[in-house]
């Protein structure tokens, strides 16, 4: 009997791999012919073909992170807390400190390349690996970010997303045996793809794709297929997450154009203060690169420093979408605000700059926002008659900040817009971004950018 069971195991387990090597000759048959159809039609049609397929694999991606992301805290931040309540409040900096473990051992044990905030790694793929990211990549990044980010860690899922829908374009590429600019195209394609899918932003999406490679330039031959491919990544995420902003804003305008000239003095605030985040964001990596202690335990103590400040400011915990939209609401004081600001740095560089697996985007507008919050009721203390509501304030914050330290000041306003529906502060928001752009140099969080192509 026992042999029969063997014997009928074996021939089982024959057939599965029969039945997947079947499956993998046909699907790479099938990319190639696709390769084939790719490299001899012309320059919409191939791109149309390839952009939309990278498109939806990216929109795949961000809905499977944003269900993990929800798994994660879930798992860590309600069970986790609840079943270490005898240890009082010492379990929040446990808590994120143990998600710091996991995912710092989940990346140095099989992708080190997936640690720390992914756009950067895909920029560095894009300049000097020929635009070629392991197919690995993108599952390890969703995992080890959506721990990360689920226990409590202070970072965004731009970094992430960006990373794996740079990967999935970047493997695409490799099925198809196409050339290195095509693969660099594509994975340019699967970046827009991921953000505009998650930010709900498809031109934000594309514009950040092409703008973010380079502080002084923009990879313009990628704009067509970053578009194609951040409106398919949207219309995927919309069929399973519906099309809710990220913010819910009240109706805003400029009814004074003076206040334009305070919405440049933000842009000014914004720009400096962006580069005390970059600086002590790499200041921390660097003093976190000198540890001697294993890889995999640096996201670790991160986490559990993270979790210290959150005992105090809770607020800085996670990517911070609700703090902002408190902020939107008016529900803090100009002291309250500023204090966020700074605790939001500290957190984001231990989770991050620690080797944890996150983005800076969603840091990078809390600060912002948090910013132009405070700028706005420090105003209305002054004798000025036409400071408007702080919405406007927060939001224009929001996005020169992050055109400060990203060095993408289109893609900012954009995204920013398209994420809160913004529109009329177009304007402020240009003369803000532009402004922080210009104060805040050469400095940006993304080490990887080169300064033109």
């Known amino acids: 009997m026992e042999s029969y069971k063997r014997a009928e195991g074996g021939s089982a387990m024959k057939e599965m791999r029969s039945l997947f090597t079947r499956l993998r000759i046909r699907f790479k048959g099938f990319m190639r012919r696709l390769g084939i159809s790719a490299k001899h039609a012309n320059y919409l049609e191939k791109w149309a073909i390839l952009s939309v397929a990278v498109g939806v ?19 860590f931040l309600d069970q986790g807390l609840e079943f270490l309540g005898y240890l009082g409040p010492w379990r929040l900096p446990l808590i994120v400190g143990i998600g710091g473990l996991i995912s710092g051992f989940i990346v140095a044990s099989t992708a080190p390349e997936a640690k720390g905030h992914g756009t950067d790694a895909a920029i560095k793929a894009f300049h000097k690996r020929w635009g070629s990211i392991r197919a690995r990549i993108p599952v390890v990044k969703i995992i080890a970010s959506a721990i990360t980010i689920g226990s409590g860690g202070s970072a965004g899922r731009e970094g992430p997303i960006a ?72 219309a995927v995420s919309m069929i399973f997450t519906g099309v809710k902003r990220a913010f819910e804003v009240p109706p805003v305008t400029l009814t004074n154009p003076l206040e334009l000239i305070l919405y440049g003095f933000l842009g000014l605030v914004c720009g400096v203060s962006a580069v005390i985040f970059v600086k002590v964001f790499y200041l921390t990596e ?56 700074i605790a939001k740095i500290a957190a984001t560089s231990f989770t991050v700059a620690s080797g944890g697996s996150g983005g800076v985007f969603a840091p990078s507008v809390f600060v912002g926002a948090m910013i132009g919050g405070a700028l706005n009721l420090f ?40 994420m809160s529906g913004g529109y009329q502060l177009l304007a402020p928001s240009l003369i803000a971004c532009t402004i922080a752009y210009i104060i805040s140099g050469d400095v940006t969080i993304y080490g990887s950018q080169l300064e033109r192509r």
């Open 57 to 75: 694999i990216g929109g795949l991606g961000g809905v499977v992170f944003d269900l993990l992301l929800e798994g994660c805290r879930h798992l």
């Open 163 to 234: 990373q794996t829908g740079a990967g999935f374009g970047s493997t695409l590429a490799g099925l198809l045996r196409l050339n290195v600019r095509d693969r660099k195209t594509l994975l340019i394609a699967g970046i827009a793809a991921g953000i505009g899918s998650v930010f709900k932003s498809p031109l934000g999406g594309s514009i950040f794709a092409i703008e973010v490679l380079y502080r002084r330039d923009f990879e313009v031959e990628g704009f067509i297929p970053s578009v194609i491919a951040s409106v398919s990544g949207y």
């Open 286 to 341: 660097l003093l976190f690169e000198r540890l001697k202690v294993p890889e995999a335990v640096k996201p670790a103590i991160g986490g559990a420093l993270t979790g210290l400040i959150g005992l105090i400011v809770p607020e800085v915990l996670g990517g911070g979408y609700g703090v902002i939209q408190r902020a939107i609401n008016g529900e803090f004081t100009t002291e309250e605000l500023t204090f966020l600001g």
């Open 379 to 418: 105003l209305k203390t002054l004798p000025l008659t036409f400071i408007g509501h702080i919405a406007p304030y927060v939001l224009v914050g929001m996005a020169s900040f992050f055109a400060a330290a990203s060095k993408a000041p289109l893609a900012s306003v954009i995204l920013v817009v398209e």
